[in-house]
Each structure stands twice: as C-alpha cells, then as structure tokens.
C-alpha cells in the first residue's frame, strides 16, 4: 500500500493528548490527532466539519520516526483577571505550563489503499490552504512539511527506512544507523492512546488506538567504490 511521508522539523513542537485547564503536556513524538489536524489544514477542512475525506484520513495507520527526539522544556505564562468556574471570584493572575519538544524532527509516514487522497494531501503540503503548525498555531515548522517524492509504495515501516535521516550532523556526533519508530499496531498490542479522531476537531472527541515500537536500520551510503 502507498505511504504519505511528512517531515515535522522545527525549534518546538507540542503534542499533547491529556492537557486540562492550567497544564498543556506533550507527547514525545506527534499525536495522530495532530498529524490529521495539520493534513485537515493544508487541505482547508474546517475545524466545524467530521466529513468524508477526514473520515479517510483518520483511517491511514500512522508510524513515527524519531530522527532527533528533542529535548523535554517547560513555559511558564500567566493570564490575568481569570474567573473562577462557579463565578464567586476573579484571579488577578494564573500561572499556567505548556510543555513542549525543543529541537526535535520527525519522519510521520500515513499508509493506506486510497492512493489518490494521498497524493491530495500530499499536494496540499506544499501549497497549505491554511498556516501549518506543530501542535500548536504559534510553533511553526523550520523546514517543509512537504517532502519530494513524498508518496512511497513501500510498506510503512519500509518507506520509512528507506528515506535518509533528516537531521543534520553536531560536533563529535555520527549519523544513526538505526531509529526507533512508533507504529500503530493492527492487533491490540502496545502502548494505549487516546489521540484516534472520532469527530470534528471543534466537538473534540477521541478514541483509543494501541501504538508499538520497533527498530529500523537506515541504508547507508557507500563509501569505497572499487575502480
């Protein structure tokens, strides 16, 4: 089946599933609910509608491939004149956490049968109907969310291991030869989430999907050709 390949780079990231009130967590890697809100974005889905080509997209099996993982920070903000919820006070100022990935790129692959919305979304990548973010509207990529030659029809986890790594080189550091990879699994095996979209983003109703990890090894290039 075809595989829809994205690349989630950028300075922060934040992918929260369980976020209340005053605390806004993140996941280590993209949620699938935010994969599929940045797809229904580039597409120009509102926000207001559960249809269905979103249906669809929420369909795809989803693997993460951790090219840089990121480092884990927090953001301290305040909000002033803050009602309580029974209204019998006013909070002159509420500190509120958002937490969220610095430095972090990531290689999203989307598998499924319906080639041809694939190749619309992946169309969509390079010409957004509306802005892309990584979570949230204020974090913007660094790079292209559009990747050339994004539409594999390689398995998942084969299309994923075939794309060179995306992160660039540090001082005293190699290139991997192998990445982890987070794959929604088929069979109720693995890590629960609850990140599976069930309605429109606006009513905000999400299901469990199971998601495992694995291993893939990279191809290297060679670096001795024989005359």
Do not use: C
């Not at 599933?17 to 996941?27: A, H, Y």
């Not at 080509?53 to 004149?81: C, F, I, W």
């Not at 660094?142 to 398995?155: K, M, N, P, R, Y």
């Not at 694995?214 to 024989?226: C, G, M, N, R, Y």
Request: without cysteine; neutral net charge; charged residues 25%.
């Amino acid at each position: 089946m075809p595989t829809l390949l994205l690349r989630l780079a950028g300075p922060m990231q934040s992918w929260g599933t369980t976020s209340r009130f005053d605390q806004r967590d993140t996941g280590k890697e993209p949620s699938k609910s935010g994969v599929i809100g940045l797809l229904a974005a580039a597409l120009g889905i509102d926000r207001e509608v559960w249809n269905h080509e979103l249906k669809s997209l929420a369909a795809l099996t989803m693997a993460v491939r951790h090219d840089r993982p990121g480092v884990l920070k927090r953001d301290y903000q305040t909000a002033q004149n803050i009602i309580s919820a029974d209204r019998s006070k006013v909070h002159e100022t509420a500190v509120t956490t958002r937490d969220y990935l610095a430095d972090a790129v990531f290689l999203v692959g989307l598998e499924g049968t319906d080639r041809s919305l694939l190749e619309r979304a992946h169309v969509a990548l390079l010409h957004p109907v509306w802005p892309l973010a990584l979570g949230r509207k204020s974090y913007v990529p660094s790079e292209s969310v559009w990747l050339e030659g994004g539409i594999d029809e390689a398995s998942l986890l084969e299309a994923l291991a075939a794309r060179p790594w995306l992160g660039t080189l540090r001082r005293f550091e190699s290139a991997p030869e192998r990445l982890l990879v987070s794959v929604e699994s088929q069979d109720g095996s693995g890590a629960l989430r609850m990140d599976q979209p069930l309605s429109s983003f606006a009513e905000r109703r999400f299901g469990a999907r199971y998601v495992r990890s694995d291993w893939v090894s990279l191809a290297q290039e060679a670096t001795d050709v024989p005359a």
